[in-house]
């Protein structure tokens, strides 16, 4: 058996195994998120706006 395999011991339809990427590229998104917002000084914005835009 594979790690691809489900409890039953069939393998996981196509929607079930793009469904499992997703979820696992959603928390790696969160966390990296999670990460980038604590490490980011509050004062100190990476991309300031223009005086003139709005």
Known sequence: MTK???IGGEAPTREERL????????RRRKSQARDMSANAPESDPSLPKPQGER
């Open 19 to 26: 469904a499992a990427k997703l979820r696992e590229n959603l």
């Open 4 to 6: 691809d395999r489900t």
